[in-house]
């Protein structure tokens, strides 16, 4: 095939996004394949952390993003039978990040605010009802194969990013297995107008609560707080999402209050995946359809835009001849190499901690937070490791 001289991006979540208006503005032709008619109103990742913040400020969507969104200063973690254990400051990482704090907002307000930024980018395309079939490499490209209008349309590129979602035809195509585990439980996510500050003592916008029988987590987004439960194997979907079942489970939140108003209900299984690699040839997998999370920590879209920023940087050098294409293999050593150690582990950690039955566990991860939270150099620490500062660091030493 002869060069096209483009970069194709398959999906316009806020990975796909990210990465094309960044190539956009690296001067680079990019078309976005969007198997939706229009960009997704679901209401899925509400947390950008502070590197994330950085990364984005950088393509001017961090100020639009908090205008409309809630900022986050401090975290903090509780038990139902002590209340308060901890609070972190994310002010004391101020040295390391020029936002501070967490930013809470829906990921459909993100890609709407790039499109406005960017849709009339003469180097950026998007294409929506192009749903990708199939991906096949030769020598010097990769042609594209989608479906649009009841028929069938091809495009070539230079190369292809895959951030097209957990069940991504890009990675389906090039034969990358999705290596890990399905937990056993669903997350129920609930949404209420209801102002939980007003009956919880100390309550701030981000607060894990742990319990050996139902853990919840309480995070306000403008106008909402979000609470998420566990749901055991056992309940089935319909029940998991009935009215009844819905308000049993509000109804541990605060003693006395047991009918709320819900706006909005979502009930889903959680994985822990991560891509058998990252590359293959010219095509690379970012996001979701690289790696997926419980998401307790907030990792999941945060760490893709991590990706979409790690790789860019690579193909921007690359496509000026300003680097070998053997720097691409870095994308892969990095992003999957923090996925596997940092974010999964991370993950995994959280969820564990949060429904310990065991009191000695339940007792010691009560200790070293408070531990972490009174000392200012272990909550420094904590810190990085919360905002995923420490992640970022870590993959630039892998690579």
């Known amino acids: ?36 008619s229009d960009l997704s109103t679901e209401s899925r990742a509400s947390t950008f952390h502070p590197p994330t913040l950085d990364m984005l400020d ?31 400051d994310f002010g004391q990482i101020a040295d390391v990040t020029r936002h501070p704090y967490r930013l809470q907002a829906e990921q459909s307000k993100l890609t709407r605010i790039l499109l406005g930024l960017f849709r009339d980018h003469p180097r950026l395309t998007i294409e929506f009802d192009a749903r990708v079939e199939d991906v096949r490499q030769g020598a010097d490209g990769v042609t594209v194969s989608f479906h649009r209008g009841g028929s069938s349309h091809a495009i070539d590129a230079d190369w292809v990013i895959g951030a097209d979602g957990a069940r991504s035809a890009v990675r389906r195509a090039i034969g990358v297995e999705f290596e890990g585990f399905t937990w056993p439980e669903r997350f129920l996510v609930v949404s209420t107008p209801f102002d939980f500050t007003r009956v919880v003592p100390e309550l701030c916008s ?20 979000r609470i998420m439960f566990p749901v055991p194997a056992a309940i089935d ?4 999402v009935s009215e009844g079942y819905i308000q049993a489970q509000m109804a541990t939140l605060v003693p006395g209050i047991s009918a709320y108003e819900v706006a909005h209900r979502t009930l889903y299984r959680v994985h822990q995946r991560v891509a058998q690699r990252f590359q293959s040839g010219r095509v690379f997998l ?46 892969d050593r ?8 940092y974010v999964q582990t991370q993950t995994i950690r959280n969820k564990e901690n949060l429904e310990a039955r ?39 030493e892998l690579g």
């Open 358 to 396: 065991d009191p000695a566990q339940h007792a010691e991860f009560k200790r070293r937070l408070r531990a972490a939270a009174a000392d200012p150099k272990l909550a420094y620490q904590y810190l990085l490791n919360l905002s995923m500062i420490s992640s970022l660091r870590r993959a630039a």
């Open 1 to 36: 095939m002869s060069k096209p001289k483009r970069i194709v991006v398959a999906g316009a979540g806020p990975v796909g996004l990210t990465a094309a208006c960044l190539l956009a503005r690296q001067d680079i032709p990019v078309t976005v394949l969007e198997a939706g």
């Open 286 to 331: 970012a996001g979701d359809a690289a790696h997926i999370n419980n998401p307790l920590g907030g990792m999941g879209m945060n760490g893709g835009i991590h990706d979409a920023v790690n790789l860019v940087g690579r193909l921007a050098k690359v496509w000026r001849g300003e680097a070998d294409p053997a720097e691409l293999e870095r994308y």
């Open 237 to 240: 979907d319909d029940t998991a």
């Open 334 to 341: 990095e992003r999957r190499g923090v996925t596997l150690e």
């Open 206 to 225: 981000v607060s894990y609560v742990a319990d050996p029988v139902l853990w919840h987590f309480f995070l306000q987004i403008p106008g909402l707080w």
């Open 58 to 88: 950088e393509l001017g969507a961090t100020a639009p993003l908090k205008a409309e969104g809630l900022l986050a200063p401090t975290l903090q973690y509780r038990t139902k039978a002590d209340g308060r254990v901890a609070q972190f």
